[in-house]
């Protein structure tokens, strides 16, 4: 943009405060630009006129030019990212923003739009030619578009819905996939709790088998207990004097033979605790 400035104002032979002159007028006379019919128009045609450029530039180009200030201007206050630029390297760059922000007001005359640009004081406006055969081109086009479009819109309906048949059919599957995720860890959990009763089912046997055999010991100790007491009397009986004098013999031998049995069987009985 600074070439372009530089050649804009090579071509015109505008010295640099011309060009201050310029955006001066342009900011000071803003309220001549108040978006009428024409209203571009005359303002530009004041400007020139003041200026004296009225037959060395249109008002086309004079409004081209001041658009073409202020995208430098904006393209150096507000650079694109990874882009750094100085705006102090454009000299134009402190002044376009006190235009851009009214505060170039009074600093310019006040103009006066005139009434008729036709006559020879002023450039005529150079409008761009138009290319031969672009509205016949842009006519086929169309008609080859509507043509088209018929045969067309079927298949497209066609592609749409088999597209969101393809969408739904892919959320069920994924739906369905989640499910079988979550029956497969119920029954991995159904697993667990299965094998904690059976050890539970165990532990709980095991439980009464000790207890059985808890009150099998408590029966051996009483019995035990009834065995040593009936020992004990059997020992002071045979420390006892014997009677044999004041008994017969016969009675004496039937003692003896008693006393013979009951010593056995406490002997047998004994050896029975003991194996158990």
């Known amino acids: 943009w600074t ?49 004296g450029l009225q037959c060395k530039m249109s008002h086309y180009q004079a ?9 430098r201007y904006k393209e150096l206050k507000y650079p694109p990212e ?17 235009a851009l922000h009214d505060r170039l007001q009074g ?32 006519r086929c086009t169309l008609e080859v578009f509507d043509k088209e479009g018929g045969r067309n819109n079927d298949s497209h309906e066609m592609d749409r819905e088999r597209a969101l048949w393809r969408r739904e059919k892919a959320v069920l599957d994924r739906e369905l996939a989640a499910l079988e995720r979550a029956q497969a860890l119920l029954d991995r959990e159904k697993a667990t709790l299965e094998r904690e009763r059976a050890i539970m089912e165990r532990e709980r046997a095991l439980m009464e088998k000790e207890k059985v055999i808890l009150k099998e010991r408590d029966v051996v100790h009483s019995e035990r207990v009834a065995l ?5 009397n059997l020992n002071r009986t045979s420390t006892e004097p014997a009677r044999a004098e004041e008994e017969t013999g016969s009675s004496g031998a039937v003692n003896s033979e008693t006393t013979d049995r009951k010593k056995q069987l406490l002997y047998l009985f004994e050896k029975l605790l003991e194996g158990i």
């Open 228 to 232: 040593e007491i009936e020992k004990a």
């Open 82 to 98: 990874g882009v750094t630029e100085c705006p102090k390297t454009w000299f134009l760059f402190s002044l376009m923003d006190d």
């Open 63 to 71: 409004s081209k030019k001041w658009e073409n200030l202020k995208k």
């Open 107 to 138: 600093k310019a005359p006040i103009l006066t739009a005139p009434n008729d640009c036709s006559n020879g004081d002023f450039l005529p406006r150079c409008r761009p030619r138009k290319r031969r055969g672009s509205g016949l081109t842009k």
């Open 3 to 51: 070439v372009i400035i530089s050649l804009f104002l090579l071509h015109h032979s505008v010295k640099r405060e011309e060009v201050e002159e310029f955006v001066k007028l342009r900011a000071s006379n803003d309220h001549l630009f108040s978006g009428k019919r024409y209203a571009s128009m005359w303002a530009w045609s004041a400007i020139l006129k003041h200026m």
